[in-house]
């Protein structure tokens, strides 16, 4: 493994996937996708007011909703936090790193390893704090994550027994699962490509950590998305129920294959060319869910494209930014931040990343 110095530079964990599995080849490529040219200053600007919020407004005992099984959010904004490359154990946002990861690790089933607490929260916080432990694990420090914490010895975990804990209850739900994928709950029978997707990106963030994630179950998550991807490339929500153009399950899917190592397919192939005939669209009922996905799927498929759509999305959420640096939503202002944060961050890639 990298020495941790080095490591705390990087990216996140859902855009080191990005680069380690698919662009590898574009790197030898084209040097500027792996180093970049340089963030623009505007990007740097909506970043750094965007942090200063959620670590102004995150509350005492870790969390930003206050809510039990909001563990989702709390792992989009760990996410934020680590994703322009501070340093998550002495930076300036190491203790709210700190204090978010406890709250997952407190609030996670210690019989069943779900993140979100019994009977609160759904797959999709799941999955988005799989992610999140995913990153965390390897590059915030064991040894001071509970420090300073009056949680009981018997009731800590280290991020690498939570994770382990959190890919069995993924796995465990899928096993249960008919499609071989994941709904809203872990006993839920039926699937759809959205859940799927969010749940799919942390276990794959959780193997590429290092975890054991057996290639059967990805495999099977994989086989749901090619049955779901139709001939002209758009991504179905279900079998039996659809609704609008399905641009973001679209983008959920391309990213999908890409770190899944399924870029020779037909289904990636038609589901990347459907993106970009849309490039230009948004989704108004989910804006930031939208944009995070779009960002990762266009970077994955067409670096040209994403340039230009990153370019258009910095003045857009350069107008979306409140003046205290938030960005509201119907989920709250610190899923709103965060998620807005997410959707630039590829703009600070930088490489070696995680290498294990």
Not at 80 to 87: F, N, P, Q, V
Not at 252 to 265: H, N, P, Q, V
Request: aromatic share 12%; proline share 3%.
């Amino acid at each position: 493994m990298m020495n941790k110095r080095t490591l705390v530079f990087w990216f996140s964990s859902f855009l080191t996937m990005l680069v380690t599995f698919s662009i590898t080849a574009a790197y030898a490529q084209d040097p500027t996708i792996r180093y970049g040219e340089g963030v623009p200053a505007a990007v740097r600007i909506i970043n750094d007011r965007g942090l200063r919020y959620l670590a102004d407004t995150q509350l005492n005992n870790g969390s930003w909703s206050g809510e039990p099984g909001n563990a989702g959010i709390t792992g989009i904004c760990v996410m934020a936090l680590m994703a322009s490359g501070e340093d998550p154990d002495f930076g300036p946002y190491a203790t709210n790193i700190r204090k978010a990861l406890r709250n997952i690790i407190i609030n996670q089933d210690n019989r069943t390893g779900y993140l979100g607490s019994v009977g609160h929260g759904s797959m999709y916080h799941h999955g988005f704090a799989l992610l999140a432990l995913s990153e965390a694990y390897g590059v915030v420090s064991e040894r001071l994550l509970w420090e300073g914490s009056d949680v009981l010895p018997e009731g800590r975990r280290t991020l690498g027994q939570a994770l382990e804990l959190a890919v069995r209850a993924t796995l465990t739900a899928q096993k249960e699962n008919a499609w071989g994928a994941w709904r809203y709950s872990p006993q839920s029978r039926d699937a759809d490509t959205t859940v799927a997707g969010t749940v799919l990106m942390g276990l794959l963030g959780a193997r590429n950590a290092g975890i054991e994630v057996p290639n059967e179950a990805i495999d099977k998550a994989m086989r749901f998305f090619q049955s779901h991807t139709m001939q002209d490339g758009s991504v179905m929500y279900q079998m039996s129920r659809n609704f609008g153009d399905g641009l973001t399950r679209t983008a959920i899917a391309t990213l999908i294959y890409a770190i899944g190592k399924r870029k020779d397919t037909l289904e990636y192939k038609a589901a990347s060319e459907f993106i970009k005939r849309r490039i230009n669209s948004n989704d108004a009922r989910y804006p930031y869910y939208h944009l995070y996905y779009m960002a990762q799927a266009l970077f994955q498929s067409d670096f040209e494209a994403w340039r230009a759509w990153n370019r258009r999305t910095i003045e857009r959420l350069q107008r979306m930014q409140s003046d205290n640096g938030s960005f509201s939503s119907s989920y709250g202002s610190a899923y709103g931040t965060g998620m807005a944060i997410l959707a630039l961050a590829l703009n600070y890639r930088l490489l070696p990343v995680y290498e294990r």
